[in-house]
């Protein structure tokens, strides 16, 4: 069935260093999402990409689409310590409305 | 604020009950709503589809006999565990999109209830 992984699966990370997590599917997506959970809490929906290719950006995270829109990468700039939560990529299962996570990325940041 | 209402936050049982579990949408009408498992440190698995009027589709290995969901309007959707056992205990959060239908919506999610069968 269709799988969406991601690495790393854990990173711990001085604050002021940078950090990437990388998603990968086993299928072609036609979009892609981002969410981020914090320890006990609930997923928050980052953003969404679309089109092959794409690039966006939130203040020091950038989030990228790739080519043949079966992987995406999200990219902190500069991390601080409310970065912390693990980060999920998901995607459509199918041409259906459920959405499928990948198995997420728990960011550690030291002060 | 939130747009996506869960009750209760945490539940502890005892084995052989069952529990119901409230999903809510507050600011918009939701005719499907999605329902996921979280074991501690893993991702979130979805476990079925609430269809407002019509019967719940679940995900393969999810046992519909046992997870019973009920959308009965467009705001509610129910989650009841019954004759819940220990391997049941979990972290289930529900979830909701302003423009179900589209697969290019992003959801919304309750904050979840945190099962503990004893």
């Known amino acids: 069935g269709q799988q969406v992984m991601q690495i790393p699966q854990y990173q711990h990370v001085q604050e002021g260093e940078d950090f990437t997590t990388y998603c990968n599917s086993s299928?072609?997506?036609?979009?892609i999402q981002w969410y981020k959970q914090r320890p006990g809490g609930h997923p928050v929906f980052l953003i969404q990409?679309?089109?092959?290719?794409e690039v966006k950006k939130q203040k020091r995270l950038t989030f990228q689409f790739g080519e043949a829109k079966k992987n995406s990468s999200l990219h902190i700039t500069a991390t601080q310590t409310t970065d912390v939560g693990t980060y999920f990529c998901?995607?459509?299962?199918?041409?259906?409305?459920?959405?499928?996570f990948g198995t997420g990325t728990l960011l550690a940041v030291q002060p | 604020g939130a747009v996506v209402s869960q009750h209760p936050s945490w539940v502890i049982c005892k084995s052989g009950t069952s529990v119901k579990i409230e999903c809510r949408s507050l600011?918009?009408?939701?005719?499907?709503m999605f329902w996921y498992r979280q074991f501690p440190k893993q991702s979130l698995m979805l476990m079925a589809t609430?269809?407002?009027?019509?019967?719940?589709?679940?995900e393969q290995g999810v046992e519909k006999d046992k997870f019973l969901i009920n959308h009965a309007s467009l705001t509610l959707s129910t989650l009841t565990v019954t004759s819940a056992h220990p391997e049941d205990s979990s972290f289930y959060i529900c979830?909701?999109?302003?423009?179900?239908?589209?697969?290019?919506?992003?959801?919304?999610f309750g904050n979840g209830t945190r099962l503990t069968v004893t």
């Open positions: 299928t072609t997506l036609s979009n």
């Open positions: 998901a995607g459509p299962l199918g041409a259906t409305n459920k959405l499928i």
């Open positions: 990409l679309v089109k092959s290719g």
């Open positions: 600011d918009f009408q939701a005719t499907t």
């Open positions: 609430s269809n407002e009027g019509s019967k719940a589709t679940y």
């Open positions: 979830s909701a999109s302003r423009t179900p239908g589209s697969y290019n919506s992003p959801l919304h």
